[in-house]
């Protein structure tokens, strides 16, 4: 009668210690699902930076084929003028 307890007592132990381990445990569902969210921010970041790289990567082609795309980016950014031409600014 005692070997029967202690054998269902082991094997309830053992079958403790295998769910402390899926629930609590290295690679339970816990850190796969923080995992996975992980996964899905980082994949978010990725293609925040894929949409940035591409806009980047059209601009510098753009400069690379024409006068008129770099006297933009020279009117818009460093805020040059042609000769000849006269500067309004309008304060508001």
């Known amino acids: 009668m005692f070997k029967i307890i202690l054998k269902i007592s082991i094997g309830i132990l053992l079958i403790i210690s295998l769910q402390y381990n899926i629930f609590f445990g290295k690679g339970s569902y ?10 899905a921010s980082q994949r978010q970041k990725n293609s925040d930076f894929k949409a940035r790289n591409d806009k980047i990567e059209s601009e510098i082609i753009e400069l690379k084929r024409g006068l008129l795309t770099i006297e933009r980016y020279a009117r ?3 805020g040059m003028i042609k ?4 500067f309004y600014q309008i304060v508001e």
């Open 30 to 39: 816990q850190e796969y699902a923080a995992l996975q969210q992980t996964l």
């Open 76 to 78: 818009e950014e460093l």
């Open 83 to 86: 000769r000849g031409e006269v």
